[in-house]
Each structure stands twice: as structure tokens, then as C-alpha cells.
């Protein structure tokens, strides 16, 4: 379609489709931005990543799910399972989950509303650098799983070394995805529905920030 | 010649020797085959272990693999343990034991959790730190268990105990001081309004002494009405109160339901009012009790005794409302009906309209319609006993009597109109027609089967029984007997619970399963659904009292631990978690008055944490989110080695401490 658009001839119905269908791609990058900012407010409310913790004694595993500025166990409040998880690496001279990332998690909320307006921002202030506006919010994901690595290499590699397992566990850094072992524990990171949320945002952004550089690039002069 | 003999018989020889051979080879894999088979096929196994086909069947019905979990559960008293059982059906596993008059270590009940529990149960300052449980009752709504609280009578002591089943722990026990025993309770009104608790041996009121040969005059029976407040979750003593009856040794009772709602029935068995006392010539009270050709049945409007109890009409015994018995004739509370000598029971058919009664002496299970109860009162009865208590006529309100065997005593119902009734002395359950309308009109009053039982077959259970919409499927015989049902331990022999199933019609019923029940003697049971049962998996959060089922304002936090002294008054606040407890040290002086509150912070499923001080007595279950406070003085100096008693994780020996107790 945007090609066809692009490389149309120059009939008088065609122009008029062309001056059209370029007033619409005038708006689309503006489009995509808002909707990328709405997804980031949604995005608050879902989890962005999710751990689950097997091993026999829990039948139905121990799940951790972190959201952009908590964490929280299984829908069921009755078993918090963060402080299960945090009692079980007590073990292993893991550092409390609670203390981790603490700074993130509190600039949390203002930072996705201040990514979120600066979309809006891009979105209906149309100048030659605004698009810049989106990037915070378009390299999201990645910061935000970069960020949680760099906490488990932190939490891994710094154990108690008078933890009552020290001499049997030693220093390891957790994958954020995918699966590993701890004791006789199996583990399973997987990011969860906020991060898709968020990742379908930025995809949202690079649609638009491709629209405006491929139309500055075929802009007819004039 | 002898060369062709020779060649012959080795012909012969040869011959056999190869068909040997050849049989051998043919049969060999075959054999070999069917000895790994004995290890594999369960129809080898049921051969080897000489299980029949019916075996088969009862194990397909009963056995429960591991992971799967029982449809049913029954609460069965535990007789003089003091306690409560709960057994899943129809695996007949043993769930969960519920102390309730008795202190009991695992659960840390009476020593130091539950204590204030216990001491209720004391009368005029005696510790009591026992009961005779005998009928539990479940909770009910519209007549159907709701699976929310557990009541427990004493028979020995006349006390009520409240059970919580979110928890499954004991909450509260009361006690009428104007009566000592009883027998007749618990049963619950449909909605659980009322607990009923009915005594049983005559005394005289209020714990007096009265001499025992002024027994007609001075020696009272008893029925307690205790108001359950379902919001508090405890027995208002406030607004229970007790109906004076006369000494007729009422036995058990039973609530009406449905068309008969509001109205109480109970057997009794000494209308002679025997007083006993073999060694003096009079005849012993086994003769005494019996002698007479009818007892009576007690027809009690509650309804009506609720307005005389608010309209103040009830006199102060000891603190406690007692209506006398000239205000219960007065005012119509009270008609008795003649029943077979010596009966017991009295079980209300599941649409409320009949009562049966089981002979005890007789071999009949006598029926009496409640309607013509109802025409009968309303008639105006002409017969009146001793004491001037209407009595009604047999004829006028019996409905049936049908002939079962020797024995009879307690009848339950089921889903297909059937009623069961236990044969004592037949060692045998009854199963027979209730021949009205809405039951097997098909059948009439008749008795339909006999299912022999291992041995002495007190009370029944039948799932969902006492309900207006019994399930039918499974009956429990409780068993007084085992004698050789298991291996011997002795001359103490548990007593035997026998899972029946009852599902199918007519004279097809079968024993499944036998449980034995150690450590007392469950009298009666009942058997809910067991999705009805909405039991906490952990306490709701961390810091729960289980007697308040709130947060305890002194629970302790992780990070608020430590020990404070006031004078000689020490409080240790401490906390619980795998594998260590906080503080570890506890440093203080012989004579300090101790007040310890330990706090289990866990989550998980299955945490509970146990703790025990040696020399102290202190032993507690602190389950998952639970905190206990216990007291006590400081009279031994020394060392002692505080522990965690429930083994809770692979550092379990290592969650430990140090009390250390200074001279003075």
C-alpha cells in the first residue's frame, strides 16, 4: 500500500487518492505514537516477567511475577510467594528480593507516564527532531530486561559467604530467560503479558519512525 | 535278542526323554512367564492373596491413590481421648485429630497454645483436662451442613465445644452449671440457631446433694439450648438457657427439620426412675431401668420454650436460665409419648415428618408421625405422668413398627428411602423401607436386609444422613468391637470403624473397609461432602491469633525481635522461619515472670514450626502465619536448649536456642 502509494503516476484520480493517502501517512507516525503510549499506561497493570520455581515439595511450583514496580507471588495473597523465594535464597546467602532494584522500581511509574507524554509530545508536535521523543519509550523493553540481568548477576555472584549452603552453592548468574537449576530447584524466567505490551509499543514506534524517514527520504521536492 | 530289548528300551527311553524334552521347552517359557507375571497382573495378586471377586470391587471402591483426594469426610468423636477425628471417605485414611477437652502435644493444645481454651472447660476452679466426646454435630443452613463449625459434647462433664473448621482447632467450651453430664447433644437446629445438649443421668439442679432415695422429688433431667452467634463464631451464653425434664435419664435427641422445625425429640429410658443401689437389696439400675413397659419419648416445642426464656420466665441456677418444670407444663413445652422399654434414639426422617426410635430391648424400631403428633397436642392429651406432664396415646401417633432383630438403636436415612438401623446384639446393620409417601410407598414398612457387621454395632453414619438430602452411597457401622478383626496388640483392642456401601437397591449392600480406631471410642460421626469444607491452606496472614481469627496486636515482625525486661516481668518477642528462630539467646533470671510470643512468619503450605522448652512443659504447633503468647515463671536456673519439635526443613536440628535462666 505505502508503496504503491509512493510510486504512483499522476492521474487526476490518483492525485487526489495520492494528496489522500499522504495527509493519512502524514498521521500515521503520529497515530502509532499514541497508541504506543496508551500501551505503555496499559502495560503498567500486567506483569513484564515472571519466574517459576519447581521443585517436589512445592506441587504447584513457586511462581514470582515482577511488575514494572513490584513484585508479587501467585494471584493467591494467602501464599506470598516472593517471601517463600526469599526465605528458600536466605539459604544460599542470596540478598532479599525486597531490596533489589529499589530505585527503579520507585522511579517506576513516573518514568512510563513521562515516556508516555513524551510520545504524546512526538505525536502532535510534528517538528524535524520530535521523533527523538519516542526513543526512551521505543528502547524500553530492552532496558528494562537489561537492567533486571544486571540485578541477577549482582544477586548471583554476591552470596553470603556464612549462608548455611555457601560451601555447597556456589556463585552463579540466574538467565533471565529460559531455564536453569538451583539445588533441587528447576527454574523458568520467561518475560510475562507487560513486556509483550510494551515490546508491541516499540514495534508500534519503529513502524512510525521507519514511515517518517522513509517519507523524508521519497518527500517530492517542493 | 537281548541286543533288541536293549535297542527297544532305549527306542523307549529315548522317546519319553524327548517328548520331556519337548513339553519342557513348551511349558517352561510359559511358566517362566507367569512368575514375572506374579509380579505384575493384578489379577495374579488377587489370586495369591486369596481376595474374591467382591474383594476386588470394594477395593476398586475404596482404594485412593496417592495424589487423589477423598469425596467425603467424617467427623467421629473420640470418645474418652477428649477428642475429635477426621477421616476421609471412602479411603478411611485418618486426616486429622482434633483436641478438644484434652491437652494434646502435636497440636501444642494445653501446652501453651489453647490453654484459655481448656480453662473454660473448668468447673468451680477443677481443672478438667479430659472429656467423654460423644456426638459431634455439623454446622447446618436450611438443614444442610454448610461446613463451617464442628460441635462436640462432654457427657461426663455436661460441657459443649465449639470447633472452627477453618482451622479445624477448638474455640470455646462451655459448661451449664446447673447440670454434670450428658448424652443427648450435640444436635444443631436447621439454621444452627440453637446447639442442643440434652443430660442424661438424673441429679439434683444446680449441682446440689439431695439424698438418692428422695430421687423422684429432688432428682431432675435436663435439656440446654445454647445460642450459637455465627458472626463471633461462639456460644452466647447470654442468650442460651435450659428446660427443666423430669428424671427419666433422657438419652438422645434429635432437632426437627423442615415440616417439624422448632420441635426437639428425645428418647429416655428410666420412666421407672430407678435409683439403683444393688448393694442394699433394690434392684441394680441394669433391672431397675427396665422393669416398666414403656419409657418415654420427649416431644419438646422450642420454639414456644424461646418466647417463655425472653418473656423472663426462666429462674437463675448458678448464672445459668433454667425454665422449671411446672413452667415448662404450664406453658405446654413438654409432651411425652410411650415408647417401647428401654429404647435409644431418636432420629428425624429427612423431611422432618417422622421420628424412629430403636428398641434397644424390643426388637422393633418404632416410627411416630409428627402430624399425628401435631393432632394429637392439639386434641388436648387426657393421660398425664407423675409430675403432670401431658402424655400422649401410644396409638395416636405411632405411625409403624417394624420388626428388625435384636437390638435396635440408631437409625440414619439415605437417598433412596431406605432408613438403617444398628442391631447390637445381632452385630448387624438393618436396612428397611420407610413405607410413607416421598419414601418406598413400593415397599411398605418393611425390614429388606441384614449386613453382619464385626462386632457390637453402636451408632451409624451415612453421608450427608442427618440432612434434609441425605447422599446415600456410604454408611459407617461404629463398631464397639473388633475381637479378631486385626492383629493382636494386646487385651486393649481398638475399636472398629466398617465402611458399607449402600448404593445399590435392595438387599445388595457390602462391607469395603475396616478402620481401626485407636485411643478411644468414637461414638457417632457425621459425613459431609467434602467440597463444603473451606479449610485455610495457611493462616490468612502473618501475625493470626487462631482464638480471635485476627492479627494479634503483639505479633512479632521480622526485625522487632528481642528481650525486654520490666521489673521481674520478661517479654520475649520472637519469630520463627526456616531454620532459625529469633532471638537465639534468650538471657534471663530466675524468678522472672515469662510472657513469650513466637511468631511463625512463613507462607508455605506445611511450614508449621514447633517449639519446645525443655523442663518448662512448653510445647507449641505454630502453623504457617500463627502466633502464639504463653507464660510462665522462671523457677529452675540453668541452660535449656529451646527447639524447633516439627521437622521443618533440612537445617530443622539446627533451628534451636539457648535459655539461659541466671541464679539469683
Avoid at chain 1, 507487560?194 to 517530492?220: H, T
Avoid at chain 2, 435409683?275 to 439400675?285: H, L, V
Avoid at chain 2, 414456644?304 to 448458678?318: L, N
Avoid at chain 2, 423401607?433 to 451408632?459: C, F, M
Wanted: proline share 6%; hydrophobic share 40%.
Amino acid at each position: 500500500m505505502t508503496t504503491n502509494v509512493i510510486s504512483s503516476t499522476n492521474t487526476s484520480a490518483s492525485r487526489a487518492s495520492q494528496t489522500a493517502s499522504r495527509r493519512w501517512l502524514k498521521w500515521l507516525p503520529s497515530v502509532l505514537f499514541l497508541g504506543a503510549a496508551v500501551l505503555l499506561l496499559v502495560s503498567i497493570s500486567a506483569p513484564y516477567w515472571g519466574l517459576v520455581l519447581q521443585a517436589p515439595q512445592y506441587p504447584g511450583g513457586l511462581r514470582m511475577r515482577v511488575f514494572v514496580n513490584n513484585m508479587t507471588g501467585d494471584e493467591d495473597p494467602r501464599l506470598d510467594e516472593v517471601r517463600e523465594i526469599d526465605g528458600l535464597n536466605h539459604y544460599i546467602g542470596m540478598k532479599s528480593l525486597y531490596e533489589a532494584a529499589k530505585f527503579e522500581r520507585s522511579i517506576a511509574l513516573p518514568a512510563v507516564f513521562i515516556m508516555a507524554v513524551l510520545l504524546v509530545v512526538a505525536a502532535v508536535w510534528r517538528r524535524r527532531w520530535t521523533w527523538l521523543l519516542a526513543l526512551p519509550a521505543f528502547a524500553f523493553p530492552v532496558v528494562f530486561l537489561a537492567d533486571l540481568g544486571l540485578w541477577m548477576a549482582y544477586y548471583g555472584q554476591n552470596l553470603d559467604p556464612y549462608a548455611p549452603l555457601s560451601s555447597s552453592i556456589q556463585p552463579f548468574t540466574p538467565p533471565i530467560l529460559g531455564e536453569g537449576v538451583i539445588g533441587q530447584f528447576k527454574t523458568i524466567a520467561y518475560v510475562d503479558t507487560g513486556w509483550y505490551i510494551i515490546a508491541a509499543g516499540s514495534l508500534l514506534i519503529a513502524v512510525a519512525l521507519l514511515i517518517k524517514l522513509s517519507g523524508r527520504l521519497v518527500q517530492p521536492k517542493g | 535278542m537281548i541286543s533288541q530289548r536293549l535297542f527297544s528300551k532305549v527306542v523307549v527311553i529315548g522317546a519319553v526323554a524327548a517328548v520331556a524334552v519337548l513339553v519342557a521347552l513348551v511349558i517352561a517359557p510359559k511358566a517362566m512367564t507367569s512368575a514375572q507375571g506374579s509380579s505384575l497382573d493384578w489379577q495374579t495378586i488377587a489370586e495369591q492373596r486369596g481376595l474374591t471377586e467382591a474383594d476386588m470391587r470394594a477395593a476398586a471402591m475404596t482404594y485412593t491413590p496417592s495424589g487423589k483426594l477423598d469425596e467425603y469426610v467424617m467427623f467421629a468423636s473420640a470418645g474418652q481421648g477428649g477428642q475429635v477425628l477426621a477421616i476421609g471417605l471412602p479411603s478411611m485414611r485418618l486426616l486429622r485429630l482434633i483436641s478438644v477437652f484434652a491437652p494434646e502435644p502435636w497440636q501444642g493444645y494445653g501446652y501453651g497454645a489453647g490453654n484459655e481454651v481448656l480453662e473454660q472447660g473448668f468447673i468451680d476452679g477443677q481443672e478438667i483436662l479430659w472429656g467423654d466426646t460423644h456426638h459431634p454435630a455439623l454446622s447446618e443452613t436450611n438443614g444442610e451442613y454448610d461446613g463451617q463449625w464442628l460441635f462436640i459434647g462432654d457427657k461426663a462433664n455436661g460441657r459443649v465445644a465449639v470447633i472452627d473448621l477453618r482451622d479445624f482447632e477448638t474455640k470455646q467450651i462451655v459448661h451449664n452449671p446447673a447440670f454434670l453430664n450428658d448424652h443427648g447433644g450435640t444436635f444443631v437446629t436447621p439454621n444452627t440457631e440453637y446447639i442442643v445438649e440434652g443430660a442424661q443421668y438424673g441429679l439434683p439442679v444446680g449441682g446440689d446433694y439431695a439424698p438418692i432415695e428422695d430421687y423422684q422429688n429432688s432428682y431432675s433431667g435436663m435439656i440446654t439450648f445454647w445460642k450459637f452467634d455465627r458472626d463471633a463464631g461462639r456460644i452466647d451464653y447470654s442468650k442460651s438457657f435450659a428446660m427443666e425434664l423430669p428424671p427419666y435419664w433422657q438419652d438422645l435427641c434429635d432437632s426437627g427439620k423442615l415440616v417439624s422445625e422448632g420441635w426437639i425429640f428425645c428418647n429416655s429410658f428410666n420412666a421407672e426412675m430407678a435409683f439403683g443401689g444393688i448393694e442394699k437389696g433394690n434392684p441394680p439400675f441394669e433391672a431397675g431401668v427396665s422393669k416398666g413397659a414403656v419409657d418415654y419419648l420427649h416431644i419438646i416445642n422450642l420454639k414456644a420454650a424461646e418466647a417463655v426464656f425472653q418473656a423472663g420466665a426462666a429462674v437463675d441456677v448458678k448464672g445459668f436460665k433454667v425454665i422449671p418444670l411446672e413452667t415448662v407444663i404450664e406453658n405446654g413445652l413438654l409432651y411425652l409419648a410411650p415408647e417401647p422399654r428401654s429404647p435409644h434414639g431418636a432420629d428425624v426422617t429427612p423431611k422432618g415428618d417422622f421420628i424412629s426410635i430403636g428398641g434397644k430391648l424390643d426388637p422393633h424400631v418404632s416410627v411416630y408421625s409428627f402430624q399425628k403428633i401435631k393432632d394429637a397436642i392439639a386434641a388436648g392429651p387426657t393421660e398425664k405422668d407423675p409430675f403432670g406432664v401431658p402424655v400422649l396415646a401410644l396409638e395416636s401417633v405411632l405411625e409403624a413398627q417394624v420388626e428388625l432383630g435384636l437390638g435396635p438403636l440408631h437409625t440414619v436415612y439415605d437417598d433412596q428411602g431406605y432408613a438403617y438401623t444398628s442391631l447390637f446384639l445381632d452385630s448387624a446393620v438393618a436396612r428397611w423401607s420407610i413405607g410413607a409417601e416421598g419414601y418406598r410407598p413400593q415397599d411398605g414398612w418393611k425390614l429388606i436386609n441384614k449386613t453382619p457387621v464385626q462386632y457390637n454395632v453402636g451408632h451409624l453414619a451415612a453421608a450427608e444422613g442427618d440432612t434434609t438430602t441425605p447422599d446415600g452411597r456410604f454408611l459407617v457401622a461404629l463398631n464397639k468391637w473388633s475381637v479378631d478383626r486385626f492383629l493382636s496388640t494386646g487385651p486393649l483392642l481398638p475399636q472398629n470403624l466398617q465402611l458399607i456401601d449402600i448404593s445399590q437397591p435392595g438387599d445388595q449392600t457390602q462391607i469395603l473397609y475396616d478402620m481401626p480406631i485407636t485411643g478411644a471410642e468414637p461414638h457417632y460421626s457425621q459425613i459431609i461432602k467434602a467440597d463444603k469444607l473451606k479449610a485455610w491452606e495457611v493462616y490468612p496472614e502473618v501475625g493470626w491469633n487462631p482464638l480471635t481469627q485476627s492479627v494479634d496486636p503483639n505479633a512479632v515482625a521480622q526485625g522487632t525481635e528481642g528481650v525486654t525486661r520490666d521489673g521481674n516481668n520478661v517479654t520475649v518477642r520472637m519469630t520463627a522461619v526456616r531454620s532459625h528462630m529469633t532471638p537465639e539467646h534468650v538471657e534471663i533470671q530466675e524468678g522472672d515472670h515469662v510472657t513469650w510470643t513466637i511468631t511463625n512468619v512463613e507462607r508455605a503450605r506445611d511450614a508449621t514450626h514447633g517449639f519446645a522448652i525443655p523442663f518448662y512443659n512448653i510445647n507449641l504447633s505454630i502453623e504457617p502465619g500463627e502466633s502464639i503468647t504463653f507464660e510462665f515463671e522462671a523457677t529452675r536456673s540453668g541452660v535449656f536448649s529451646f527447639y524447633c519439635t516439627e521437622f521443618c526443613s533440612a537445617l530443622h536440628l539446627e533451628m534451636m536456642g539457648y535459655m539461659m535462666v541466671k541464679p539469683q
